[in-house]
Each structure stands twice: as structure tokens, then as C-alpha cells.
């Protein structure tokens, strides 16, 4: 299936060591934009984003970030570690000749955003962060939050060697694309989607290099406080993420704005993609 949308053009580059496939809109002289997905999408997730950020102006790049669809899928653990996620992106940059961008990312693509903003301010302009938690509010939340536990049950069950692999894949890849649909708004992922990231979850080595960004997941690490500007994006029906983990995570930083979508799943970017799109237009655009 393919993978390109009609409002972007594909484009690969050399990384951090890693050949990444990537969308890429909008003027070359714009500024630039990093879009970064999270599990268990790739850069098409961002679909409905690429069109109206370009159309605002930025040049907005998607890659799939390593591991995932069109790109290089390093075999370890270890080359999955949050530093190197993290030094992915700012390769990417520089790839495409910036030294400094903003960067939005959801689910596993916003836990490294968080990570950028908190360990490489020098190159990130702004940050916007869909649905995902800084991780160094983790422990003091989860102590805090007990039902948290229950929600993130399938990441020590991510842990298990092979076992979830062979899950998630079953009758090609029905399995994974029906937690989608279950954990979603009727109609949000339709069968043409859901057929474009089957395929990329049975590519080889794909599954396992998806699960190894919750297999490398770092210990606890000191908290540095976000100089940044930073804006949140949350909902009030995520399956995996209740809502006080979104204030958390902003309260550590000096210029954030934390906004609630109301009646929306962890998949908002989807399901609410115009109120999404205009939120992050006026916020990239404020520079």
C-alpha cells in the first residue's frame, strides 16, 4: 500500500547512522517542522496534518521514525534508548540543513519531544506534545495515580521476549488493528489506513523494533525544568493515560499551555483533526 498522502512528497535521508524513510511538505525555506509518531503508527499517521501545516507555511517533514514502515530497523534493544531516539531527530534536522525546529509529536513521538525539550533546548524551538507524558514525572505520578498502573499493564507485558510480537501479528496484523479501532471513535480508522499499517507491521523485524522503544525504556533519570515553549494536547477518554499525568508533565515547565480535548480518544489527532490542525498552526506560527 502506499504510504505518501497527496498532500506530501516522500523523502529519504542518512541519520544518526540509520537511512530514514520520511513525508515532507510545504516551502523549502519555511521553518521547519518535525512530526514524530508514536505506536504503533509511522509517518502516514500524521495524514491530516502534513496538508494544512504546509499550507501555513512550514516545511513540515515526517520521517518514520527507526524501527517503524520505511525505515532502518537496527537490531537491540539498546539502539532504541531515548538519547538515541532523541539524537535521531536532531540528525534529521541537520540532514535537511537546520540546526534548530519545532517539534510536535504524539504517544512515543511526544515522549521524545519531551526528551528534546528537556535535553536539547539549543535546537528546539517549540515543542507540542499529543497525548504523551514526560517520562521523569513517571515514578512520583504512578505512586500518586494507582489506577495508572492498571492502564500501563501492557508495558510490562511488552517486556516478554517474542510472546507479543507473535500477538500483535496474528492473522495478519487483525489482531493489532482491532485494538485500534476498539480504542477509537467509530469510524476513525477505516479499512484503507488500517491496511496500509498492516503492512508495515509485517515487514521484517518490524514488530520487534517497534516493541523495543517499550523494551528500552529508560530508569529514572533527574528532572530539568522546560524553558521552551510548550503546548499540551490531552483528551479526557485515553485508554492508556488519565488526565492529571497532562498537568504533571506540564508543571515542569516555565512557558506551557495545556489544553483538553473533551469526548476524544488518545487518537485525537484523528478524530478531531481540524481543531488539532488549527491549535498547532497558530502555536507554530507564533514564533
Known amino acids: 500500500?502506499?504510504?505518501?498522502?497527496?498532500?506530501?512528497?516522500?523523502?529519504?535521508?542518512?541519520?544518526n547512522g540509520v537511512r530514514f524513510h520520511?513525508?515532507?511538505?510545504?516551502p523549502d525555506d519555511g521553518p521547519l517542522v518535525l512530526l514524530l509518531h508514536g505506536f504503533p503508527e509511522s509517518a502516514y499517521g500524521w495524514r491530516h496534518q502534513i496538508g494544512p501545516l504546509a499550507a501555513a507555511g512550514l516545511r513540515v517533514v515526517a520521517p518514520d521514525q527507526r524501527g517503524y514502515a520505511g525505515s532502518s530497523k537496527p537490531r537491540g534493544r539498546r539502539a532504541y534508548r531515548l538519547d538515541t531516539l532523541a539524537a535521531d531527530v536532531v540528525a534529521i534536522a541537520r540532514a535537511v540543513g537546520r540546526e534548530r525546529f519545532a517539534v510536535v509529536g504524539h504517544d512515543w513521538g511526544g515522549i521524545v519531544a519531551w526528551h528534546l525539550a528537556s535535553h536539547a533546548p539549543q535546537h528546539v524551538e517549540r515543542v507540542a506534545v499529543i497525548n504523551a507524558p514526560h517520562l521523569d514525572t513517571s515514578r512520583r505520578h504512578l505512586l500518586r495515580h494507582p489506577s495508572q498502573w492498571l492502564r500501563s499493564a501492557y508495558v510490562a507485558?511488552?517486556?516478554l521476549p517474542w510472546l507479543p510480537e507473535r500477538a500483535l501479528t496474528a492473522d495478519a496484523g487483525r489482531r493489532l488493528a482491532q485494538v485500534l479501532r476498539r480504542t477509537s471513535r467509530p469510524g476513525t480508522f477505516d479499512d484503507a489506513a488500517l491496511a496500509v499499517h498492516r503492512g508495515e507491521w509485517l515487514e521484517p523485524g518490524a514488530m520487534t523494533a517497534m516493541l523495543n522503544w517499550y523494551r528500552a525504556l529508560p530508569r529514572r533519570r533527574a528532572?530539568?525544568?522546560?524553558?521552551?515553549?510548550v503546548r499540551v494536547i490531552w483528551v479526557d477518554r485515553d485508554h492508556a493515560l488519565d488526565a492529571a499525568w497532562a498537568r504533571a508533565s506540564a508543571a515542569l515547565c516555565r512557558d506551557a499551555e495545556l489544553t483538553y480535548v473533551e469526548g476524544a480518544t488518545h487518537w485525537v489527532h484523528h478524530e478531531e483533526a481540524e481543531r488539532v490542525n488549527a491549535?498547532?498552526?497558530?502555536?507554530?506560527?507564533?514564533?
Do not use: C, N
Request: hydrophobic residues 60%; proline residues 8%.
Open 157 to 159: 507485558a511488552f517486556q
Open 1 to 15: 500500500m502506499p504510504r505518501q498522502t497527496r498532500a506530501a512528497a516522500s523523502l529519504d535521508v542518512v541519520a
Open 279 to 287: 491549535m498547532l498552526v497558530e502555536f507554530l506560527a507564533a514564533r
Open 223 to 229: 528532572v530539568r525544568p522546560i524553558d521552551v515553549p
Open 22 to 26: 520520511a513525508l515532507a511538505a510545504g
